[in-house]
């Protein structure tokens, strides 16, 4: 008889160490974490089948580790070596020339790049394509009393966003939504990586070939002079970043607001604002759970544990938010989460992600007040795998209303206000990087005759 441990458990087939996929972690990772506090702030984990690592659930452990890229690199390639090339968490941990896997002056270099790019897109100008976008995506299904909000809503519109803000022609950006998937949920993960690469090495020839005003033109044209090879690990970067965490963080917000008690009951007038709520979600259900794996040049002491050089130390911003250490302290408005991790690798987006994801849900909570689940929370799916924390789909039943939207807009449309860029410097360690600013100037004429190309990308993803 082969013994079966406990949900969250260390068991012998996983040589002592606790996996983190399958469909028991995805359905109560709280469980797995607490386990692993029995270990210390440092625990041995399984990401996939034959793939170890120590994965840092204390909320001081990891600030240490993030603050110190001297000690704890970004760089996976010694470990990488070592690896299957049809390794399942190859595609999210394997190097690229990207300011994640890289440190010290290539990190700066790389990162400026992307800070610089992003601080060109005007807050105003992104709220307004969030809200025409978002009402568009509602009134296709607002006349049905029914809906699933993760595949028609929490999905597509960080989908639309992005490729708008790509200047990405619709038939690539179908491709790519497909291959960004593939690779978090880990299903078939080489050809899925494999697919990505492809479509961003045409988008990148495109825009060397016709610039336009959008991200990967501005990339291209900043002082840093990105290499073609940089510019598509750059581009992959940002993409994954900003769709698959946004479309999580806009689901298990609506989720929240629709299960706690703090938030159910009159939507539209809830006891808690919608800031709040994301905040709550940021806290207790980041949309990447475990991720920013970092490799010990050499054999390392730390919390009391043993780390191997060069096999990954991973960071879990679920369980260093969820610390019982913390337990005391006020979350109210609090945002000393690690959810957009810390140091000089924290996100640099998160002011336009925030942005994007409390206009997403404030405009389903105004158009759908009575909006309810249709199926009871506990009977909600989670999609496994190590890095995300992912619902399957988010079925919901409202009143069936009719949602005006402008007619003459779609978000191939959109006038970005934009500024010429400046090389900055390295963003500050911190949890809270600055905000992103920017003085408009005036905006570019739109292009005549564009193809509404979200009517694609939305009958792509619902299988038609």
Known sequence: MTSQAAPGQACPAHHGRTPLHGPEFAADPAATYQALRAHGPVAPVELAPGVPANLVVGYAAVLDVLRNPSAFPRDPRRWQAKMPPDSPVLPMMMYRPNCLFTDGAQHARLRAVVTDSLARVDPNALRGQVERTADLLIARFAGNGEADLLGEYAKLLPLMMFNHLYGCPPELGDRLVVAM???????????????????????????????????????????????????????????????????????????????????????????????????????????????????PVEDTDFAGVRLPAAEPVVISYAAANNDPALASQQRSGNRAHLAWSAGVHACPAQQPARLIASVAIEKILDALPDMRLAVPNDELVWRPGPFHRALTALPVRFTPVAVPVQPDESPGETRWNVQPTTPSSPAPSSSTPPAVTSTPSPPPSPRAGRRPWWNSLARFLRGR
């Open 181 to 295: 998937s593939g690779i978090f949920d880990m299903v078939d993960p080489e050809q899925a990586n494999a697919d990505l690469t492809q479509c961003i090495v045409e988008l990148v020839a495109l825009k060397r070939q016709r610039p336009g005003h959008d991200m990967p033109s501005w990339m291209m044209a900043h002082p840093a002079r990105l290499s073609d090879e940089e510019m598509i690990h750059q581009l992959a970067l940002l993409m994954g970043a900003g769709t698959e965490p946004e479309q999580n963080l806009i689901s298990n917000g609506i989720r929240l607001l629709l299960t706690d008690d703090r938030f159910a009951g009159d939507l539209s007038g809830g006891s808690l604002p919608v800031e709040e709520a994301l905040d709550e979600v940021l806290w207790t259900d980041p949309p990447i759970a475990n991720y920013s794996a970092s490799y």
